[in-house]
């Protein structure tokens, strides 16, 4: 079990004061495996080092969400020595890191603050690292300015710039997809054509926390023959967050005569992932957000993109304040269509958790999960 000292959680504050620039955010990474009952991750990045504070995490595939905190033994080319064994416990059981899974150092600041008119980028999945911005405090975090992970999770289908051709699926959890109007667990399906040479049928939208809607309509092509609007996804995961999602892409928009190809009737691009780990969260007064993508707007007959889902937040504090409406992870909209066509589904919005001892305040968008915890010793990682 990865049994954690008093307040290691929060980290030591060893990397001191965060207080960025404008910037993307660049972890220390890398793709990896590992054993449930071990100190061992098989992971290759030469800027790894003993006492960095890693967070591991299913992105997809098998076990895909189980995520935890560990720490950084040793490591020696291609192998991370944990301190603590991997989770071998918890609601969602024992379970092993395989292919899909990414490793991240998870910085250890001193209190941090993303000033007012800062805005730090999460870095893009490129489909085997990224998507996530994950930070220790182990004192306050004050953002007055903008910490954001939009559109940095699973990818929006493509249309397609020949003719007659369907949209692909949005990226999901099993980051597989295919050209179908039906979606594939949570990512919106992509529209068909409604006949040869006439406008295409819209992308669905993608899901995380809420269904993705299916693709929308205007008169002329709801009840035309010869195609199929894509459909909107499933949502999955769990309201706690004990296993953790970036948002579904929207599907891509299907196509008449061929007028589009590249971003044209695309789907949105799911939102990613945000951990913050802070021993106090001041009033958030400028934003924290994984907004979904909106779909891409049709060219010509093409329909339009669903629109991407909105990722997850987790945050635990011993007392914090999220704010008004300022801690989001807000749907995508569907793209419109072209000349002819119709538009794409919007995508499903995400999920927010707070876990806290003694206190937490403020509104979410969606409204927030949130369960008081004893978070200054103990167990703790994703499956608590």
Same mark, same amino acid.
């Given at each position: 079990?990865?049994q954690?000292?008093?307040?290691e959680?929060f ?6 004061? $965060? ?15 590992g054993?449930?009952? +071990?100190k061992?991750?098989t ?9 960095q504070m890693i967070?591991?995490?299913?992105t !997809?595939?098998?076990?895909?969400g189980y995520?935890? &905190?560990?720490?950084?033994?040793? $490591? ?6 944990t @301190?603590y064994?991997?989770?071998t $416990? ?7 890191y ?7 150092v ?7 603050l993303?000033d007012?008119?800062v +805005? ?6 490129n489909? +085997? ?5 994950a ?13 954001t992970? $939009?559109? @940095? ?6 249309a ?19 050209r ?13 054509v ?8 819209? #992308?669905g939208?993608?899901? !995380?926390g ?19 609007? #894509?459909?909107g996804?499933?949502a ?13 892409g929207?599907? #891509?928009?299907?196509?008449g005569?061929?007028?589009g ?17 802070a021993r ?11 907004n979904g993508?909106?779909? !891409? ?5 093409q ?8 990722g997850?937040?987790?945050? @635990?504090? &011993? ?6 409406? @300022?801690?989001? =992870?807000?749907a ?7 000349t002819?066509?119709a538009?794409?589904g ?21 409204? &927030?999960?949130?369960?008081? =915890?004893?978070?200054s ?5 994703g499956?608590?």
């Amino acid at each position: 079990m990865a049994q954690w000292l008093e307040n290691e959680q929060f980290g030591d504050g060893s990397d001191g004061n $965060y207080a960025p620039s404008t910037s993307t955010d660049a972890p220390i990474d890398s793709a990896c495996t590992g054993t449930a009952g +071990t100190k061992s991750l098989t992971a290759t990045n030469a800027s790894f080092a003993a006492g960095q504070m890693i967070l591991i995490i299913q992105t !997809y595939g098998s076990g895909a969400g189980y995520w935890e &905190l560990n720490v950084i033994d040793s $490591y020696s080319t291609g192998t991370i020595t944990t @301190k603590y064994p991997l989770n071998t $416990y918890g609601s969602s059981g024992s379970h092993s890191y395989v292919t899909g899974a990414q490793v991240l150092v998870v910085p250890q600041y001193a209190n941090g603050l993303i000033d007012t008119g800062v +805005t730090v980028t999460g870095k893009a999945w490129n489909g +085997t690292v990224g998507g996530i911005i994950a930070k220790t405090f182990n004192g306050t975090l004050d953002v007055p300015g903008s910490l954001t992970a $939009y559109g @940095k999770g699973f990818a929006g289908g493509l249309a397609n710039s020949s003719n007659n051709s369907t949209g692909e699926q949005g990226r999901n959890i099993s980051n597989t997809y295919s050209r179908t109007y039906v979606q594939n667990s949570g990512a919106g399906g992509g529209g068909t054509v409604r006949l040869t040479n006439e406008g295409g049928h819209s #992308g669905g939208g993608g899901a !995380y926390g809420q269904n993705g809607t299916d693709g929308v309509f205007d008169a002329l092509y709801q009840y035309g023959p010869g195609g199929q609007y #894509g459909r909107g996804g499933v949502a999955y995961g769990s309201a706690d967050m004990t296993t953790a999602f970036f948002g579904s892409g929207g599907g #891509g928009g299907g196509v008449g005569d061929a007028q589009g190809g590249g971003t044209t009737g695309r789907g949105g691009y799911g939102g990613g992932l945000i951990f913050l780990f802070a021993r106090n969260l001041s009033p958030v007064t400028g934003s924290i957000s994984v907004n979904g993508q909106d779909g !891409y707007t049709g060219a010509y007959d093409q329909a339009g993109g669903g629109g991407g889902a909105g990722g997850g937040i987790v945050i @635990k504090t &011993l007392s914090g304040d999220v704010g008004t409406s @300022k801690v989001t =992870a807000a749907a995508g909209a569907g793209g419109p269509k072209g000349t002819s066509g119709a538009a794409g589904g919007a995508g499903g919005y995400g999920r927010i958790r707070v876990d806290y001892q003694d206190s937490v305040s403020g509104t979410t968008s969606p409204t &927030l999960s949130s369960g008081k =915890a004893r978070l200054s010793s103990g167990f703790f990682g994703g499956v608590v």
